[in-house]
């Protein structure tokens, strides 16, 4: 399984990156410390897999593992040239989920890109930018498609579906949401890579002190639990800069590469 790290500038993906893989990635306190993408390999831990290795005498273990990708922050019209831009999005099209790392934590020290700590706000600004980068990823689809779709019925209704999508996207709807019960249609739609038709698993990255209450106590996090909600996504609370986590999926280590 392969997972995309996403979120503003210095809100902590490389920390809780860093967290999870022990890979070392470049983690400071100014906006845009990631350029180029780090890469993390973590095994995912399983007592079962060593009952079933003494069970069969196996010669070789394999666990299952889990990919993370490392990439730089966006912000407010990154699709347009903004900060790094959002040509590194390439690095996380193929990935099978995304985790969306949200800043809850108040610190004054930790230069925030838009000036307050506003996760809902955060959020949206990101997905804005994600659905930017999926109607370029259409509209290039639709001007290759469209040339040879008048001759050929698949291609055509292709290009229906491409421009359905993108004015859903143009609504400013992620992909996600868009409604069709036909298989075929799902399967296409799947296929492109959309950044907005993955799964998305809110990191909500607090202050240690939140931790023990699995944050019932932080109205940012109170805010984005709402809107993942709504919104048919998880939550997970982490402090990205401790040792101490509450979600157990992350209690991982491992080997991992940088891609830089
Ligand atoms: N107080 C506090 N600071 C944190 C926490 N997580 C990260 N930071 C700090 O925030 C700063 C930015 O962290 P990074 O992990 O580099 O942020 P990033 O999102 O990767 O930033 P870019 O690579 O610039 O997009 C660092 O100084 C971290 O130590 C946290 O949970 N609490
Ligand atoms: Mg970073």
Request: hydrophobic residues 30%.
């Given at each position: 399984m392969k997972l995309g790290i996403v979120g503003l500038?210095?809100?902590g993906k490389s920390t809780l990156f860093n967290s999870l893989t022990k890979a070392g990635a470049e983690s400071a306190?100014?906006?845009?410390?990631?350029i180029d993408p780090n890469v993390g390999v973590v095994p995912v831990p399983d007592p079962r897999l060593q009952l079933l290795t003494d069970l069969y005498h196996s010669e070789k273990t394999t666990p299952a593992v889990i990919e993370f990708v490392d990439i730089a922050g966006l912000v407010k019209g990154a699709s347009k040239g903004e900060g790094l831009g959002n040509q590194f999005l390439s690095n996380i099209r193929?990935?099978?989920a995304i985790v969306h790392v949200v800043r809850c934590f108040e610190d004054p020290n930790v230069i925030h890109v838009d000036g307050s700590v506003d996760p809902v706000r955060d959020i949206e600004t990101i997905n804005l930018e994600l659905i930017f980068s999926d109607m370029e990823i259409l509209e290039r689809r639709i001007a290759k498609t469209a040339k040879s779709a008048t001759a050929n019925k698949a291609l055509a209704k292709e290009v229906g579906i491409l421009r359905a999508l993108y004015a859903h996207l143009e609504?400013?709807?992620?992909?996600?949401?868009?409604?069709?019960?036909d298989e075929d249609v799902l399967a296409f739609i799947n296929s492109?890579?959309?950044?907005?038709w993955k799964p998305v698993i809110f990191a909500a990255n607090v202050s240690e002190d939140d931790l023990a209450d699995d944050a019932a106590g932080n109205p940012h996090v109170q805010a984005v639990r709402e809107f993942a909600a709504a919104n048919g996504s998880e939550v997970f609370v982490i402090c990205?800069?401790?040792?101490?986590?509450?979600?157990?999926?992350?209690?991982t280590s491992g080997k991992c590469s940088s891609r830089t």
């Open positions: 500038p210095n809100v306190n100014y906006p845009f410390c990631t193929e990935v099978d609504g400013g709807s992620l992909a996600r949401s868009y409604e069709t019960d492109l890579n959309l950044l907005t990205a800069r401790s040792s101490r986590r509450s979600p157990n999926w992350m209690r």
